[in-house]
């Protein structure tokens, strides 16, 4: 039986699309050379929006995923689901990249062919920085998410077994990497942490389901309230020049910004609005692959001029609404073939 989207869940991919977004959009306004003034839609201070969105990516990911398979899961019906919801369209999205590259540069990206497998897995944005890739679209993020999906029927079991064993051992494991890192990645890269997020998020999804319970609604609240609080405090005191461990306050407002989605969730009852949210979560894993991309093609337009407040917005949100309709270009590109496949593997098949 198919489970019904998660409201929240979806609200949270849409703001943190957003967040990336704007990370990108103010390191390529200074990049590319556009006098603007994007300190804000570059974080907070020296806290930048990045790290917080990927890190609540993985808390998402964890918790759709515990939400659709806690009672049951089937690997062969998991890892199918899995691989056809990730591989194909970032397949076709690199296809048109690489062409993209390939008639501006006249040549193919340079570094060993063999480490273009890197690519075919999804894998070299991870890689990026270690080896040389032919990465071109999505983030690292996206290979640390491979991973985690080959650990999520492993970390189920735990899980279902007792919802705190893994979160807090990941949680102490975590705490010593950032203090002491025997390996040659950085902390937020290592399936360590990334896997702290991962099963962080399957907790709160599994405390959500059990919001009849007033205890846990009273609780959860709370939290929400909280995470309010902990946002508008970092900012202050960040304003002031004191600087805080930025893993420490990552940590802190990504898993504060999942509470708060989560509570605001429940709170919007129109369902125009709610189906939506759902509409343009749907299309956030196409953006999430196509804004990097775009950004560094339409932004040069803009090189050297000076602008405003409001048409440093402008371009802002015009960058959103490009990259979106993109994404929902590509989704519909995908969709086609999809269908195209089907219809001839169904002839095929009567042929047979």
């Not at 290979?143 to 650990?151: D, E, H, P, R, T």
């Not at 709160?204 to 946002?231: C, H, N, S, T």
């Not at 999942?258 to 939506?276: D, F, G, K, N, P």
């Not at 979560?281 to 991309?293: D, P, R, T």
């Amino acid at each position: 039986m198919k489970k019904e989207r998660v409201l929240y869940l979806d609200l949270i991919r849409i703001i943190c699309f957003l967040m990336v977004t704007s990370y990108h959009f103010s390191f390529a306004v200074k990049t590319i050379g556009i006098n603007a003034d994007v300190e804000l839609y570059q974080g907070i201070v020296h806290i930048v929006w990045a790290p917080i969105a990927v890190s609540s990516f993985f808390m998402v990911s964890g918790a759709a995923l515990i939400h659709r398979y806690r009672e049951s899961l089937s690997l062969k019906e998991f890892y199918k689901k899995r691989f056809l919801g990730l591989y194909p369209l970032f397949w076709l999205a690199y296809v048109f990249a690489f062409l993209d590259f390939f008639y501006r540069v006249k040549s193919m990206p340079g570094g060993p062919k063999i480490n273009f497998l890197l690519s075919v897995i999804a894998m070299d944005g991870y890689f990026n920085g270690m080896i040389p890739t032919f990465y071109m679209i999505g983030e690292w993020f996206l290979g640390a998410i491979v991973v985690m999906y080959i650990l999520f029927p492993l970390y189920r079991i735990v899980m279902c077994k007792c919802k705190w064993i893994l979160p807090a051992i990941f949680l102490a494991a975590s705490i010593v990497l950032i203090y002491y890192n025997p390996f040659p990645v950085v902390p937020e890269k290592n399936p360590i942490m990334c896997s702290m997020y991962f099963v962080l998020g399957m907790l709160l999804e599994m405390l959500r389901e059990k919001r009849d319970q007033k205890a846990v609604r009273i609780g959860m609240r709370v939290a929400a309230a909280a995470g309010v609080i902990f946002y508008v405090v970092v900012y202050a005191v960040e304003k002031t020049g004191y600087r805080f461990n930025s893993y420490h306050v990552i940590f802190t407002l990504s898993v504060s910004l999942v509470l708060i989605v989560m509570e605001a969730a429940e709170w919007i009852r129109s369902e125009r609005v709610r189906r939506l949210i759902t509409l343009i979560g749907k299309h956030s894993y196409a953006y999430f692959l196509l804004h990097h991309v775009f950004l560094y093609k339409y932004l040069p337009n803009f090189q050297g001029v000076t602008m405003s407040g409001s048409n440093t917005l402008l371009l802002f949100v015009s960058s959103i609404a490009y990259i979106y309709a993109l994404a929902v270009g590509l989704d519909r590109i995908y969709a086609a073939l999809v269908r195209a496949v089907r219809k001839w593997r169904g002839k095929d098949e009567k042929t047979a």
